[in-house]
């Protein structure tokens, strides 16, 4: 008998030591590997957990792992977890025991067993995966560190509510990073491991896993944990009766832990382009996850705009009444001067329904909200010497103030800056159009912005040279990518930028000339820590003198309180544009205070269709026409009234009299070229005003009053 036992038990170990030199530790399972991207809002709070597959997973090192929770997870788990080799056949045994008796489960494989369990092989209770699961245990428990397994078992281990490893399991039950977690908290998310079906406190599936049952079953199992601390010494007795004294630390409720609907799309979207445009995060790198995003996005301005489009299109919109009310869209965006920090968007109606983000480039013409650039432009560089050569130095150049006077009577001719007719390339000579063909005689620039006439700023945009207003329009911030082919008509507002760069662009006139570039990313980390941050001061570039930045803000301001802009008037000091394109297919209102800016868009286009064009949105929302002083300055004000709600109102700098920088000196364009045979009078008195020299620090002759009608 003593003969066939040392046989058998010969046998035995040779085949222990033929499998453990057979079997192979194998690679990790591409899915234990597997991450999700975690996106916070501004102010630290969770956002939204994206991207990386199908598994809610956010790997953090050992060292963010608190104490609380390694010492809860090994105490009910594998007490001799730093002692076994890998695996612990007497706990083998008590397990079985105990659950013959009836009493307290505990696993019976090892943490390293269940490391190995998750990290290498399926999910099968078969007998060969047991036993490849027994000798791979123990050549990893011979292999690899002990606290390379306790870190990756807590990274791996599933916690219920989707939720695997126990940085997401601690934000899916508590909304905090695990590194945050009290010794009572760490105890509860423990106690999940042994089912969280049967001990998640809000329930589960199955008959078994009512709230009820499972917070009963929750409580018992976190003041067993506790207790079972103190017997194996991972905790002091006075400190476990402390925290079984506060009570169990009941989780909130469950949130979905993927969420694209709504806003948040077009937010992570956005994230993700900028991350990949300006980091060294390649997209592959990016979605394979296991980045923690911090982003510039306030929660409060976007559920601001939102409920401000979503007013404005319930009350308005009505598709089901007016078929031209389909296909309406808006889209917004919200940039702080001074930082370039996008703080909201309005990317469409449903990130999972409408795709394209309507904050970002969507090639909609902004109109009018472009004149800025020109004023900006003008103030900067000074009209051309008419006598001069094309490129001349700004020495040679006669500047431009506001109350500089054009004429802005309807279709007038358009000339080159030499006073010669311009023809375009048919031969064709150009008389541009002002909204409701009216005319207006000659108009300082202050006056003709306050009700948006086209005709002096084309001509103005001429005088200067369009190529200074597209470099004017760059160095405020707004994409090269983004603007229109170079003609007369490029200082109306033919370019398209988006939502964000127009805002982005006002912002530098806010910040009285200085220009930052906008971003969403404030910095990203992985689990070894920072990959990138956001360089504030490395992005802000003087654009402007702040005597024209402030200039311009003036004279936009005197949109708002006199002209088409007066329906954005908020309480506080506000300067802004209206913006409307050709056949009414697009509208804007852009404008700021000195803390925020915001450009609003609307227009038309069926989203769906293969072939997408701009539909005129005349008759929408049962008016005759839709300018940017309607539904877009609407929006724009009542967003603006709750994103500014308890922020301090500021005054803007008062920008210096007309006559240092900003000549008041009259353009010789100001004079209509007109066959007559009599001068009239208002001509012989324009005549005088361009023969007239320049008086220091004196307007320009002040424009004849005629009645006037407020238009975009």
Known sequence: MTGTFI??????????????????????????????????????????????????????????????MQNAVISAENASFYDDGGVDP???????????????TQSGSTITQQFVKNTYLDQSQTLTRKVKELFISIKV???????????????????GRGAYGCQAAARAYYDRDCADLTPSQSAFLASTLNGPNLYDPNGGYGAAATKEANTKRAKQRWEWILRREVAVHRMPR??????????????????????????????????????????????????????????TFDRKKISELTRAVEKVSKENIKPKQRDV?????????????????????????????????????????????????????????????????????DSERTLVSPSSVYNGDNKVTLRDYDGTVWHDKDGKEWHQRNDGDEDKGPVSLRTAMQYSVNTPFIQLGM??????????????????????????TFSLGTSAPSAIRLAGAYATFAASGQQAEPYSVERVEDKNGPVYNHKQDAELKRAFDSNVANNVTDVLENVVQRGTGTSAKIGRPVAGKTGTTDENKSAWFSG???????????????????????????????????????????????????????????????PPRSGRRSSARTPARARPRRRRSRPSPRRSRLRNLRRSPPRSRRPAARPRRTPVTRWT
């Open 7 to 68: 046989f058998f038990f010969a046998v035995l170990l040779g085949a222990v030591g033929i499998g453990l030199w057979l079997v192979e530790v194998p690679t990790a399972q591409a899915a234990s590997q597997t991450q999700k991207n975690v996106y916070y809002w501004a102010d630290g709070k969770q956002m939204v957990v994206s991207g990386g597959g199908d598994l809610n997973r956010q790997i953090v090192p050992l060292s963010k792992i608190p104490k609380s």
């Open 90 to 104: 007497m706990g083998i045994a008590r397990a079985v025991v105990n659950m013959a008796k009836g009493g307290a």
């Open 141 to 159: 428990g011979a292999t690899k560190d002990k606290d390379y397994i306790l870190g990756s078992y807590l990274n791996t281990a599933y916690y």
């Open 238 to 295: 006075a400190e476990a009766q402390k925290w079984i004294a506060k009570g169990f630390p009941m989780p909130q409720n469950p949130k979905v832990a993927t969420n694209k609907q709504g806003q948040i799309g077009y937010l992570t979207d956005l994230a993700d382009n900028y991350i990949i445009a300006n980091t060294g995060i390649s997209k592959s790198k990016l979605d394979k996850g296991g980045y923690q995003i911090h982003t």
């Open 325 to 393: 009310d389909k296909y309406v869209q808006f889209g917004g965006a919200s940039v702080e001067p001074k930082t370039g920090k996008i703080l909201a968007i309005y990317g469409g109606k449903n990130a999972l329904e409408h795709y394209r983000n309507n904050a970002d480039y969507t090639g909609v013409q902004v109109g009018s909200t472009f004149k800025p650039f020109v004023m900006a432009a003008a103030m900067t560089n000074g009209v051309r010497d008419p006598k001069g050569p094309r490129e001349q130095p």
């Open 463 to 488: 005088d200067v040279g369009t190529d200074k207003v597209r470099d004017a329009a760059l160095a405020a911030g707004l994409s090269k990518e983004q603007l229109a082919s170079i003609t007369p």
């Open 592 to 654: 700021y205070t000195p803390q925020l800016s915001t450009a609003i868009g609307m227009w038309r286009v069926n989203d769906q269709a293969k072939s997408q064009k701009f539909l005129s949105m005349r008759g929408v929302g049962g008016q005759e026409t839709i300018h940017g002083a309607s539904f877009p300055a609407e929006i724009w004000a009542d967003y603006m009234r709750g994103a500014l709600k308890g922020v301090p109102v500021k005054d803007f700098p008062r």
